[in-house]
């Protein structure tokens, strides 16, 4: 069974351009979440889908930060315009099913370094 | 917002040397996890203990919760070199199906 599939893993871009990632979680999981990890700490929310609907994005920073989820499988994580306060991991994760135990299962993760 | 905080931040041991970490929380829980992280790499998942079990045991590991003192100790017996990884813990709230992460254990098992 393939894992939860992240690209690109490193990107590096000027400050003030656009970045995208994305994500395609693992085959029946209904559940995708993408998470934010800065250097030396542990993941924090930015937004979690149930299929293709946002149900908690109350972490996202909504003035440059968007995500969709269209046909409820791939997903897309973009940031326009970046700072250099952006520079970290985003990693995707996915679960099977509302409702589950919460195990999730990540990528390997998308390292944005903004110069 | 990091759910809870783990201790210690870093640890270094020998190889064949048992390491023990642990996480404290600050609300309610339906479960606690405990997920490794190479360097560089995804995070995976090792362990799930439910807020009514006190002790779980899978191959090295064993995790223990205090849900009265809302902590968690994952120990990692006869350690090894392939264990050097950041361990976090992360508790899940079932009503919002969230899972928060704490600030993490670095382990280094030096050979």
């Known amino acids: 069974e393939a894992g939860v599939v992240q690209s690109p893993r490193y990107k590096i871009i000027e400050k003030k351009q656009p970045v995208a990632f994305w994500c395609n979680p693992i085959s029946g999981h209904n559940t995708l979440y993408w998470y934010l990890q800065n250097l030396g700490q542990g993941p924090e929310l930015l937004i979690r889908?149930?299929?293709?609907?946002?149900?908690?994005d109350s972490q996202l920073p909504k003035d440059r930060f968007s995500a969709e989820r269209l046909k409820g499988v791939d997903s897309t994580l973009k940031i326009q315009p970046a700072e250099l306060g952006d520079s970290a991991v985003y990693l995707c994760?996915?679960?099977?099913?509302?409702?589950?135990?919460?195990?999730?299962?990540f990528g390997e993760g998308s390292r944005l370094t903004v110069l | 917002s990091q759910q809870g905080e783990e201790d210690p931040q870093a640890l270094s041991i020998q190889e064949g040397e048992n390491a023990t970490m642990n996480c404290s929380y600050k609300?309610?829980?339906?479960?606690l996890q405990w997920y490794r992280q190479n360097s560089g790499r995804g995070l995976v998942h090792l362990i799930l203990?439910?807020?009514?079990?006190r002790e779980k045991h899978s191959g090295r590991l064993r995790v223990t919760l205090d849900t009265s003192k809302k902590s968690s100790s994952l120990l990692i017996t006869a350690s090894r070199a392939a264990d050097t990884a950041s361990y976090f813990c992360?508790?899940?709230?079932?009503?919002?199906?969230?899972?928060?992460f704490g600030t993490g254990t670095q382990l280094k098992v030096e050979l």
């Open positions: 994760a996915s679960s099977p099913r509302r409702g589950n135990t919460g195990e999730l299962f």
């Open positions: 609300t309610s829980i339906n479960n």
């Open positions: 889908y149930e299929n293709e609907e946002a149900v908690d």
């Open positions: 992360a508790t899940f709230t079932g009503g919002g199906n969230k899972l928060t």
């Open positions: 203990i439910r807020s009514n079990e």
